[in-house]
């Protein structure tokens, strides 16, 4: 049996490998056997897999095989260039360095000038024509960087004895140290190595090389990676390749340099030179900002032929790749090198208006064009943003730091509670609520204010979905802050106390709170969505055409139709312009808040078949106004309407300030008889856990009445429009099923009351009955319950927390984090769907909903069917829309034709 069927390949030369192979070179192993294919002057070089890598970490040892298949390709390597690995006359130098199959710029290791010992420093300088200036610096940086990388010294040793260095010679750069003082820097490196290192600098070559790839292979697993890794979202069990390259020098003179080039501007996505070159330097000194760079165009006056011999290279490499490149060279003695390229980072505005130039150049189509923007990208783009101008030059100040919940930028004056906030908002004031956390009770405020700012909470903290879902700013977790609502203050570090009024300013992008005013610039596209700027038109610019253009493809290629969650007609008629197609949630407990509520209370409260008719009868034209609005802001579309759903505690008072209230009474002996009489009657319906408890449809059967009002009020308010001349096309939802009996009382009941008003009106009413999916019974029963039910809608922020038993209101703050550092969770279960778990239910419930009832409609209207992997995960499982606040339509539009395009 041959070696190569004994085990994988673990070493292949860039001869054999293409930018296919990702997976298994990493993307600049990939790339750098991309362009030797493509004939581009590559130095010659091999790539070790990231299969090596895999099997390292998991056994703490290197594959048995791969130092012999390391020992091949190396020969072969030193063949081609006519020198050994650190022969002492003629040696042979390697970089070794990382490259996993996604960017981590910065977050793993490198070594240069693997080779370089006492022997063979003076063979460099012999081969750089006599120069021992540049092999005794380029010694000084291998020992410097691998003692740092390779054997863990801490690298501000070497950097104090480098400046040290350099203020003896009375120079301004490391350019200013001779041969002389790099050979006694080299000493002095040695010396700090074998100190903190326990041992001495290794001498022999291939030692060097093999250290130097177990390190790279280690630095997989730093904290910096880890956390890169968590935050971009990227499997930890990848692994990383190594790439070991024969060295080419840019720090050869004034002849060589090193630079770093994009096919465009990365910012903007225009046209033109981009890049920075800086003479006599290798690599690292452009990375480190050690001296300033040119611009890259200036590469034209100092090596022409280079610059025209790079342009060139540059228009064959995108035109290839068909995207904007990022590409990293060097120049050795007028000889131009190419060291790295891959498809270029680029801003949220920059990928927009790429996509559709690269469409224009015939080199993409238009489902290409989707796959090269996001949807994360997309709302990047709608939301304002401060002027960076201003923070950056220190007119304003800091005061905090919390977590970013919902992106943009806001600006007004301290509130510290809803009340306030509604008052001054309607006196024209611009407000900022403030508050150790929100609660139900806070939206109005929420509602009224630019952006809120609590103390307490994470990204999945009350205040933080809704903000998102309203498109409000947001920053929650700012610890650092003392909020004292009774004084209504607000206390910073250092003592600085902010009063009601002050002005405030909060960047929902990045957690910061500013004092004072910072000023905002607002979004184009927003102003574009909202219908306030036209595609095409002057004013517009590049960015929101390419939008419009990305848009349109979207809406022409997705399957998934994207509804909104709307509660009244403003919120409605604001989603439809930013292309709505309907809505799929209507929370009516939305609707009793503020003055409504007594209304509710009292319902909830009655004692005597009176007092119960009393309360529906104020309740029923408040809520048939309500629907009359919302069918005719989305006339002609489908408006899902969920009968109320509150939990019990929202709608009933406190019970300890109501306990307080009549023991306080009691105290003084004038005890109110109403107030005792509500106690009892809040004490024998208080839950412990009200989330679990009586609400949905279970408070619509034990509450003889609401449901029925709620269904006359919705039927009778399609008559109306129907007899206006409107097309009203209503759908009743069912909240919080388990089993299929619930749903049919409800649905006899409201069947009933349809065909009353029907008669009574004589308009040709079409409602359709169905229910929320948002208990796991109910999903494991879905074929039974779809005997009753017309449509299902996925109530997914629900179903998250009963399949996994958390209370999202409680465990983010408690132990989400430490989750999500130990990679239990890659992202929180409420932001982006769980798969495996809710998802397979949410698969399993519509494969048998449709088993029973092939017509059924399926949509989804928790939270996730506004987050763009979420909605990817619904369009394979067949659902036939999703449902998400208005600011999020325009990223669900586009996320779901991206799934489509795939």
């Avoid at 070179?25 to 790339?31: D, P, Y």
């Avoid at 010294?153 to 040290?164: I, M, N, Q, R, S």
């Avoid at 030692?207 to 910096?224: C, G, H, I, K």
């Avoid at 629907?627 to 019990?648: C, Q, Y």
């Amino acid at each position: 049996m041959s070696t190569r069927e004994k085990h994988p390949k673990y070493v292949y030369d860039f001869t054999e490998g293409n930018k296919d192979l990702k997976d298994l070179l990493g993307g600049k192993g990939a790339n750098l056997a991309e362009m030797t294919n493509l004939g581009l002057p590559v130095p010659p070089g091999f790539t070790i897999t990231t299969e090596a890598c895999r099997v390292y970490l998991d056994s703490g040892a290197e594959p048995p095989a791969l130092r012999d298949e390391v020992s091949a390709h190396l020969a072969e390597l030193e063949q081609r260039m006519g020198r050994k690995l650190g022969q002492s006359d003629d040696p042979l130098l390697v970089s070794v360095r990382s490259g996993a199959k996604f960017s981590m710029p910065g977050m793993m290791d490198t070594v240069l000038n693997i080779g370089l010992s006492d022997d063979s420093v003076a063979g460099l300088a012999a081969q750089a024509g006599g120069d021992d200036r540049f092999a005794w610096d380029s010694y000084r940086r291998l020992v410097q960087m691998f003692g740092k990388t390779v054997l863990g010294v801490d690298g501000d040793l070497f950097e104090e004895a480098l400046e040290a260095a350099k203020r003896a010679k009375g120079a301004d750069s490391d350019l200013g140290l001779d041969a002389a003082d790099l050979r006694g820097l080299v000493e002095e490196f040695k010396a700090i190595v074998a100190k903190e290192a326990g041992r001495e600098f290794p001498q022999e070559p291939r030692e060097q090389m093999d250290l130097a790839v177990r390190a790279v292979f280690d630095s997989w697993n730093t904290d910096r990676a880890r956390l890169y890794r968590r935050q971009e979202r990227i499997p930890g069990d990848l692994g990383t390749a190594v790439n070991i390259v024969a060295m080419v020098f840019g720090n050869l003179g004034p002849d060589s340099g090193t630079g770093v080039a994009f096919t465009r501007d990365p910012a903007t996505g225009a046209q033109g030179v981009y890049g920075d070159y800086l003479q006599n330097a290798q690599g690292e000194d452009v990375v480190a900002g050690i001296r300033n760079t040119v611009p890259l165009a200036d590469l034209e006056r100092i090596d022409k032929t280079s610059y025209d011999r790079l342009l060139a290279i540059m228009e064959t490499l995108e035109t290839h790749y068909k995207d904007l490149c990022d590409i990293e060279f060097t120049i050795e003695r007028g000889q131009l090198w190419m060291l790295q390229t891959r498809v270029g980072k680029r801003t949220a505005a920059a990928a927009f208006q790429i996509a559709t130039q690269l469409v224009d150049q015939g080199l993409i189509d238009e489902a290409e064009a989707l796959r090269r923007v996001t949807g994360a990208q997309l709302a990047q783009l709608m939301f304002p943003r401060f002027d960076d101008a201003a923070t950056a030059r220190g007119s304003v100040r800091r005061i905090g730091w919390g977590i970013a919940a919902s992106p943009g930028a806001a600006v007004g004056k301290a509130v510290f509670d809803s009340y306030t906030a509604v008052k001054w908002s309607r006196s024209g004031e611009k407000v900022i609520l403030i508050r150790r956390e929100t609660n139900p009770d806070d939206l109005s405020g929420m509602i009224a204010a630019e952006g809120i700012l609590t103390s307490r909470g994470g990204k999945t903290s009350h205040a933080a979905v809704v903000a998102r879902g309203m498109g409000k700013t947001c920053v929650c977790g700012a610890e650092e802050l003392e909020v004292d609502t009774k004084r209504r203050c607000l206390t910073a570090p250092g003592g600085l106390v902010l009063e009601e009024g002050d002005l405030i300013s909060i960047d929902g992008s990045t957690g910061k709170v500013y004092l004072g005013e910072v000023p905002v610039v607002p979004s184009p596209v927003v102003e574009y969505f909202e219908g306030r700027m036209h595609a095409g038109a002057e004013e517009a610019g590049e960015l929101v055409r390419a939008v419009h253009r990305i848009m349109a493809y979207a809406d022409r290629v997705r399957r998934l139709r994207v509804r909104a969650n709307a509660d009244n007609a403003e919120d409605a008629a604001r989603a439809r312009r930013f292309g709505a197609q309907g809505i799929g949630l209507c929370r009516t407990e939305h609707m009793f808040l503020g003055e409504r509520r007594e209304l509710v209370e009292r319902l909830i409260l009655a004692d005597t078949d009176g007092e119960r008719e009393d309360a529906l009868k104020a309740l029923l034209p408040l809520q048939r106004a309500d629907f009359v609005e919302l069918f005719e802001a989305m006339d002609g579309l489908p408006v899902t309407v969920r009968l109320l759903d509150p939990p019990l505690h929202e709608f009933l008072p406190d019970i300890t300030e109501l306990s307080v209230r009549v023991a306080l009474a009691e105290a003084r002996k004038d005890a109110n008889e109403n107030d005792l009489r509500l106690l009892q009657a809040v004490h024998k319906l208080h839950e412990q856990n009200p989330m679990l408890g009586l609400r949905g449809v279970r408070l619509g059967l034990v509450v003889p009445g609401l449901f029925a009002m709620q269904v006359r009020a919705i039927a009778e308010a399609a008559a109306q429009r129907i007899a206006a001349g409107g097309d009203p096309r209503p759908e009743i939802m069912v909240p919080l099923v388990g089993t299929v009996q619930e749903l049919e009382i409800v649905r006899d009941e409201a069947d009933a009351i349809v065909a009353e008003v029907r008669e009574a009106t004589g308009a040709d009413l079409d409602l359709s009955i169905g229910t929320m999916i948002e208990l796991p019974r109910a999903a494991l029963t879905a074929g039974q319950i779809a005997e009753a039910a017309e449509f299902f809608s996925f109530g997914t922020n629900d179903l998250t927390q009963t399949v996994w038993g958390f209370s999202r209101d409680d465990v983010e703050a408690s132990f989400f984090t430490a989750y999500l550092e130990k990679g239990i969770f890659g992202v929180s279960p409420f932001e982006t769907i769980d798969a495996d778990g809710v998802g397979a239910l949410v698969r399993s419930a519509a494969e048998a909903g449709r088993a029973t009832r092939p017509d059924l409609k399926l949509g989804v209207c928790g939270e996730h069917g506004g987050d763009p992997e979420s909605v990817h995960f619904f369009h394979r499982a067949g659902l036939d829309y999703v449902s998400c606040s208005p600011f999020r339509i325009p990223v669900a539009r586009l996320e779901a034709a991206r799934a489509a395009a795939r």
